[in-house]
């Protein structure tokens, strides 16, 4: 079960790591992506896809731009991360289970 959520957390970090990028200096490629972060051409794709998907960056033909409302998505993410925070920590507090 922990394998799982820290190979989730791995690949968000991944997507925020490439949105990082974009918003620093949208509009950007795949190729110089993938040079900045020092991860694999295909990986970027596939992060760039779900943060298109999830609407926070927006695909142009010079490369991905953040999406308008950036600053809003961010801090929605901010106060989900926190309350995820929160219920993680009340699962490692709560009484476990015996083996």
């Known amino acids: 079960m922990v394998e799982r959520l820290q190979n989730q957390v791995e690949k968000e970090e991944r997507d925020l790591r490439i949105l990082r990028e974009v918003i620093a200096d949208g509009p950007i490629g795949i190729v110089k992506l993938a040079d900045r972060t020092g991860l694999p051409e ?4 596939y992060s760039l ?21 950036i600053d809003d998505r961010i801090a929605h993410v901010n106060d989900g991360l926190t309350e995820l925070i929160g219920r993680l920590e009340r699962l490692r507090d709560a009484d476990a289970p015996s083996v």
Do not use: C, Q, S, Y
């Not at 295909?42 to 794709?45: E, F, I, P, T």
């Not at 896809?49 to 308008?68: C, Q, S, W, Y």
């Open 49 to 69: 896809r779900m943060l298109e998907n999830d609407e926070f960056v927006e695909p142009t033909p010079n490369g991905a731009i953040p999406a308008d409302d």
């Open 42 to 45: 295909h990986k970027v794709r």
